[in-house]
């Protein structure tokens, strides 16, 4: 499978606890995008790269969310001392440089948090 | 404000029956806009794609039309099937955004 890969699926954790999400996009994507989504609403931006470098990250929801991309590949989001508001489907995005028009981002499936 | 406003939130229709959804936006200047299918728990995929320039664009029983002199779109689904059932999301680019501007969707369920 070529698209995008996220993981875990799904997370179950403990309020106040730290969760890390991993994001594998399309091989040949240098842009990748994270995004979150609760229920019966569309997917909020929070933060992009451009290969490693991370372009935008005044949408993440407060200091507890950071996301890297340390070799340009793979990127990880990290939420710390998670709270009940944060049980939400995060959702990864890949895409070829902007420059185009068009602009396609392929998502990956997401991975639905949990906070109790 | 949402700058991308969908209706009907939700919509149920009969198998074999067309629909009609819609979009709204504010998003200017405008870049291009695309419509998703989202299947419950899955990620977002797109249907279809239009610039400024283009007022139609099909994709098998799928075709969504752009007006960008009222900002509107809509998307009609022909002849239903139980598999369209999914949320189907407008979102809108805009070249100053590093981002897309999602809409919040509207849930269609086809009964048999």
């Known amino acids: 499978d070529t698209g995008v890969s996220q993981d875990p699926r799904h997370k179950i954790t403990k309020r106040g606890q730290n969760v890390t999400f991993r994001c594998d996009p399309i091989s040949e994507h240098n842009r990748l995008y994270w995004y979150r989504q609760t229920l019966g609403q569309g997917p909020e931006f929070l933060t992009y790269f451009q290969n490693e470098a991370q372009l935008e990250k005044s949408r993440l929801l407060s200091d507890r969310f950071s996301a890297e991309r340390p070799k340009g590949s793979f990127s990880t989001l990290e939420i710390q001392r998670t709270e009940q508001g944060d049980s939400a489907m995060y959702l990864c995005?890949?895409?070829?440089?902007?420059?185009?028009?068009?602009?396609?981002?392929?998502f990956g499936p997401g991975t639905r948090l949990t906070v109790l | 404000k949402n700058q991308v406003e969908q209706s009907p939130q939700s919509l149920i229709i009969l198998e074999g029956k067309n629909c009609t959804l819609q979009c709204n936006y504010t998003v200017s200047p405008f870049s291009n806009l695309r419509w998703y299918k989202q299947d419950t728990g899955r990620g977002p995929v797109s249907l279809t794609i239009m610039t400024f320039s283009e007022n139609t664009k099909s994709n098998g029983r799928y075709t969504a039309t752009l007006d960008a002199d009222t900002k509107q779109s809509s998307l009609h689904i022909t002849a239903s099937q139980l598999s369209d059932s999914a949320s189907y999301i407008c979102v809108v680019t805009s070249p100053i955004f590093n981002d897309m501007r999602f809409g919040a969707g509207t849930r269609l369920t086809v009964k048999p």
């Open positions: 995005a890949s895409s070829l440089d902007a420059s185009g028009t068009y602009n396609e981002q392929f």
